[in-house]
């Protein structure tokens, strides 16, 4: 799978399954991330597939919103789901122990939602997963000991799906593979090598030549 680009979303959706399932089956994380990179992705159909195919495993999940808006929006139009859905300020509010058994997948939290979405995940001992979270722009204009804790916070999230489409090339990551870098040649994406660490923008700037 670290070669081979997927070729469409529900392809990529699918690598993204495989990573989660194996991580949930031979690893102890109670913080992992996933990330499709895609400019315009519709989030909210992903994540309902992504809960129905845990299901299909016998996994049972919780889908977390950032507000109240999203969470109503995602309740209305999947009513089926409707009572597996929250903000995340009213799963904070809950007493998680009746649901320690299922995994949290909480969505696209950005840099404002820091606060809450970090009181949240710091109050449950259940395994969450972030799906594409963007919060380490956030850091502009607080001190440098909400910088620090903030940086933790965000290290402390073990990426195991990534793929970004980039300008002539893309990156890929498959739990438990590296991060792999692939260029786009004129008759499709090239493999090019593997890194064992998310390579920086300036890394990928010198692989993809």
């Known amino acids: 799978m670290s070669n081979q680009l ?4 529900r392809e990529a959706e699918r690598f993204m399954l495989d990573s989660l399932l194996m991580n949930l089956n031979t690893n102890s994380d109670k913080r992992l991330s996933l990330d499709l990179r895609f400019e315009g992705l519709r989030l909210m159909p992903v994540v309902i597939r992504l809960c129905q195919s845990l299901s299909d495993n016998n996994i049972k999940t919780l889908l977390c919103w950032p507000d109240a808006g999203a969470t109503a929006l995602a309740k209305n139009k999947y009513s089926d789901f409707a009572n597996i859905i929250f ?3 009213e799963l904070k509010g809950k007493s998680i122990n009746e649901y320690q058994n299922k995994l949290l997948i909480c969505v696209s939290p950005q840099p404002y939602d820091y606060v809450e979405f970090s009181a949240l995940v710091e109050g449950s001992e259940n395994r969450i997963v972030m ?6 722009d956030g850091a502009v204009g607080i001190g440098s000991v909400g910088r620090e804790r903030r940086k933790g916070f965000v290290s402390s999230w073990n990426n195991i799906f990534w793929v970004q489409p980039l ?4 990156l890929m990551k498959c739990y438990p593979n590296d991060w ?21 923008p300036e890394t990928l700037a010198e692989t993809i030549v």
């Open 6 to 9: 997927p070729r469409d979303l």
């Open 180 to 200: 792999s870098v692939f260029r786009l040649d004129p008759d499709g994406y090239r493999y090019i090598r593997d890194f064992k660490n998310k390579p920086s």
């Open 131 to 136: 799906l594409n979270g963007k919060l380490e």
């Open 167 to 170: 300008s002539n090339g893309a």
């Open 87 to 89: 903000s995340f300020k």
